[in-house]
């Protein structure tokens, strides 16, 4: 693996900072620019084959966007001219309208991170249907069991069961300023965490709104209160000590996924959340990793455990339940002793409902240390493969990969922070997630999102994917 290479083969190689080793990340020696029109015409061909291919899926959105804005039932599910439109999904593969199988490396964002229909979440989920019930809206065996687990396997003191990440974000901001009896927050520049109004500022901003990278300004959307919101680029220790010592008195938290996978995947440098801990704490200032993404996807106790270091809360959804409705924020029990005092109220009629609970139950039983470290065998693989490609066809381009997640990034040099990740080559991150989406892949929609090896993917189907990549190499250096 290497961290150092030339942005041409002409050019010096430049040095970078160390990334954490729990985290993959990997540059060509040498690479050469692709032709932006060969680019352009290979992306009019791949959208016209889309429409021809995709006829029940259009007809199908036209039909939803009379009743549904965009005609989906979440923004991130929709693209232009339309989205595909999935009937069915068992494994990794899902049927769509047209009747066409898709490998799904999107697989729910991550939450379907032991498979679609998993017979395990499957089984549990019926017993509960069939014999235990939906609904009791009072405690429960059944809750409190998953509680007792999560706090062995993420080493959360006390918890609290939610239906979504944004609203584990919410708690858990409102949490860190009921204990502190502080209201600014701090936020990662570019992150996003959900619909949470704090949360909304400078989520994937345009350049032109945020000012120089050295003094980011907030951009905050008319629509939202967002209350006081410091912005701080990832990965830059000494801009984030500052705002605290300037401000430090009035933050109640610092919000950030500790890897984030939502601008593609960046990952930290060596030491770099170690630092954010220490300085959180010269200042009194709670640390909020929000895992809704990193999660079981990470590793067997999610991102801050392998990456060693302990935030004072972490906000968990997606990958802990198994396709159901599940999320929970957490942790030292000092801070949730908010909860318990009630000087922060939680509410809600369906957390922690049995249905739920069954399901995550399965998905703990079968996310076991080797179910997870054979997905992430495959991953690594796979990553080496689609490595060899690139470096077979100087392509300007490098991987990136966290536990059983993966990306490539268009840009021969590391995404380290938000601007670094709008530096890279959006026209070649759409063709590739086109050129994909017409062989059959389905990536996210977004050209910043990653592929996940669930459990219920082979080494077979990820070679599915290193063979399209393969073509589309080919296809770019005709
Ligand atoms: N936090 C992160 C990092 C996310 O990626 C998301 C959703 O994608 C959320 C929070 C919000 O989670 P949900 O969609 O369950 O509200």
Known sequence: MSDQAPASPSTTPRQWPAHDPQTRRWLPERSRPVDPDRVEALLAREWQRFTDATPESGEHNARASNSLPLGVTSSFQHWEPYPISIASARGAWLTDVDGRRLLDLSMGFGAMLVGHLNPVVVERVRTALEEVGTLFVTPSPTATEIAERYQERFHLDLLRFTQSGTESLMYAIRAARAFTERKAIVKIEGGYHGGYDALQVSVKPALADIGPAEAPIPEVPFDVEAGTVHVVPYNDLSYLQRILAEHGREIAAVVMEPVIENLAIVVPDAGY????????????????????????????????????VRPDLVTLAKSIGGGLPL????????????????????????????????????????????????????????????????????????????????????????????????????????????????????????????????????????????????????????
Request: aromatic letters at 6%; hydrophobic letters at 45%; glycine letters at 8%.
């Open 273 to 308: 959340l170690a630092g954010v801990r220490a300085a959180c704490d010269a200042h009194g200032v709670l640390l909020v990793f929000d895992e809704v993404k990193t999660g079981l996807t990470a590793g067997y106790a999610g991102a801050s455990q392998r990456l060693g």
């Open 327 to 478: 999320a929970c924020f957490g942790g030292r029990a000092e801070v949730m002793q908010v909860v318990v005092d009630g000087r922060m109220a939680h509410f809600g009629t369906y957390n922690g409902n049995p249905l739920v609970m069954a399901a995550a139950r399965a998905v703990d039983e079968v996310c076991t240390h080797d179910a997870l470290a054979a997905a992430e065998d495959i991953n690594v693989a796979t990553l080496d493969a689609i490595d060899a490609v690139i470096t077979e066809f100087e392509l300007p381009a490098h991987t990136v990969g966290m536990g059983v997640k993966g990306c490539i990034t268009w840009s021969t040099t590391p995404v380290r922070n938000y601007r670094d990740y709008k530096a890279t080559d959006f026209r070649l991150a759409e063709l590739s997630w086109l050129w994909g989406v017409n062989r059959h892949i389905l990536t996210p929609p977004g050209l910043d999102e990653q592929w996940l090896v669930s459990l219920a993917h082979t080494q077979a189907d990820m070679d599915v994917l290193v063979a399209d990549v393969r073509e589309l190499a080919t296809a770019l250096r005709a």
